[in-house]
């Protein structure tokens, strides 16, 4: 039989578990979300200077 100690490491330890597991994907999704962002505005300034050019 489990002692209730034991269950109480048991939540602990899949309580971790869950918040490393969401932290993980959370970052993830934010790292791309920062590049993806970047690599937008490298774009758009891009795009503004090369008008710019064509036009004056």
Known sequence: MVEFP????????????????????FLV???QYWIGGALWEM?????AKKLAESNG
């Open 6 to 25: 034991q269950y109480l490491g048991f939540i602990l330890f899949l309580t971790v578990l869950t918040i490393g597991f969401w932290l993980l994907f």
């Open 29 to 31: 999704a934010f790292v």
């Open 43 to 47: 774009f758009k300034e891009w795009r």
